[in-house]
């Protein structure tokens, strides 16, 4: 067969060229020689590697460096395992070591309850009372075997009658990134809220007897696709009994006429966060979306679907400000949902301005927006009076101001109280935040919504997850 010479002549051009690139690719870079962990008592660095951006023997670009450095400093702070960390690296030729210093927090916390179990503390600080007291002992063992884990149980006395426990094992096989976690819980209320009316809470106790009996198990299984991606398949079981009284108060609480709710769960979550600091994230973005069917045909007392799908995104402008937003939407599938297990505004989440009212649907859709001025940005404080695993902690004070809009729609059975559905809410307003000891946060906003209502508030949670 003949030869082109001209093809054969391009061919080794190419070849050295390429043969040139990988040259100069290999000179300009770094070998990963070793990396060394200080002030570990408790973890195992095995556990630790994971969450580097690098591996042994790796081959690093110079300009990628600092990069990598720097993230694999925040997946090991969102660990919740450190109060401190600093990586410092030595070049010795193209050999590259790493000097990771860290300072672990307090593992194991007693926890001692004395709760007052109302749905905001705002409404306490509006009505208060000692009914709603519950009280109790737990033990909150974290990094239990120095591989992240993580343990708690306890129980409760009081208003809610709980005994619960669970665990979870990150990487549970060696070299996996497979996630396991457990949890079981039994409780029991002589109080349960039945509903709402305008918008307002409704509650109904009995004194002598438990209103209502509560059975839940989870087990999950996650897939780290990442540091920051997260795949999970979650299967748990519910069976929730009340009194017959039940019925006599609200007949559409249950989706039957047994006195009971029983049915499996199967769920499927995906996660990508990519957040600086998860419990203040000033940077970054986070996607979260999952999809859950309950029930099992005729074995189930309910069917239903539901769907979530959550994104936020935080963008630092200069040293001082920042703006962040996220977005929501909530949907189930379904006309015969347990009143108990619908989406509500007014529990867990929160639109601002509305902390006040219940509102319960079957479609949620919310978008919230903060700007925020830093009156002393966030850093890291040491205070040398206190103990060694309490003394370096993160401390700032931010003004925000805050906008809100939402909308939530209802085409469920037991679709009684139509007071602010329907239409959209909006709000807007002015708050503090506080980060501070062990990824706690303090909120204190004061907002204005549609109704011409202002309301204050106080939380510790943050308001975009």
């Not at 990988?22 to 994971?50: C, D, H, M, W």
């Not at 696709?225 to 748990?236: G, H, L, P, R």
Request: hydrophobic share 40%.
């Amino acid at each position: 067969m003949a030869i082109n010479p001209t093809l054969f002549f391009i061919s080794l051009i190419m070849v050295f060229f390429y043969c040139k690139s990988l040259s100069l690719s290999a000179q300009n870079s770094i070998y990963l020689k070793e990396v060394k962990f200080i002030g570990l008592k408790k973890t195992r660095p095995q556990a630790l590697f994971r969450f580097l951006e690098f591996n042994y023997e790796d081959i690093i670009a110079p300009n990628r460096l600092p990069e990598l450095i720097e993230q694999s400093s925040r997946n090991l702070y969102n660990t919740a395992l450190f109060n401190k960390i600093e990586i410092q690296d030595s070049l010795i030729n193209d050999s590259l070591c790493l000097t990771i210093t860290v300072k672990e927090r307090w593992y194991v916390f007693p926890q001692p309850y004395f709760l007052l179990e109302e749905r905001t503390f705002t409404d306490f600080i509006n009505q208060p009372s000692n009914k709603r007291l519950t009280y109790g002992l737990g033990v909150d063992w974290q990094n239990f075997s120095g591989r992240l884990d993580n343990t708690w149980a306890g129980f409760t006395l009081g208003y809610s009658k709980r005994f619960f426990g669970y665990y979870y094992l990150p990487f549970a096989f060696s070299k996996s990134k497979l996630d396991f976690y457990f949890y079981g819980l039994y409780q029991t209320n002589r109080e349960v809220n039945i509903g709402s009316k305008d918008g307002k809470i409704e509650r109904y106790f009995l004194d002598n007897t438990d209103f209502q009996k509560t059975h839940k198990y989870i087990l999950s299984i996650s897939k780290r696709i990442s540091n920051i991606q997260k795949a999970t398949f979650e299967v748990a079981y519910t069976y929730k009994s009340f009194h017959d009284s039940l019925y006599f108060f609200r007949m559409n609480y249950l989706t039957n006429a047994y006195g009971y709710e029983s049915y499996p769960t199967f769920r499927l979550m995906y996660r990508y966060d990519k957040r600086d600091v998860f419990a203040f994230p000033l940077q970054g973005y986070k996607f979260f979306a999952s999809a859950e069917y309950n029930g099992l045909g005729k074995w189930s007392t309910s069917n239903f679907i539901k769907l979530k799908l959550n994104f936020s995104q935080f963008h630092p402008i200069g040293k001082r400000w920042n703006w962040s937003y996220a977005g929501y939407f909530h949907q189930a599938f379904g006309y015969k949902i347990p009143y108990y297990d619908k989406f509500f505004l007014g529990f867990s989440d929160f639109l601002r301005g509305y902390e006040k009212y219940i509102i319960d649907g079957t479609t949620i859709l919310m978008v919230k927006t903060d700007w925020k001025y830093a009156i002393i940005p966030k850093r890291f404080i040491s205070a040398k009076n206190l103990p060694g695993k309490f003394k370096d902690f993160p401390f700032g004070i931010y003004l925000v101001w805050l906008n809100d809009f939402g909308m939530v729609n209802d085409i469920s059975f037991n679709n009684d109280d139509h007071l602010l559905k329907d239409r959209w809410l909006y709000s807007t307003g002015w708050g503090i935040q506080i980060p501070f000891i062990y990824d706690s946060l303090i909120r204190l906003e004061y907002s204005y919504n549609h109704l011409k209502q202002w309301n204050w508030f106080m939380d510790l949670v943050i308001p975009l997850r």
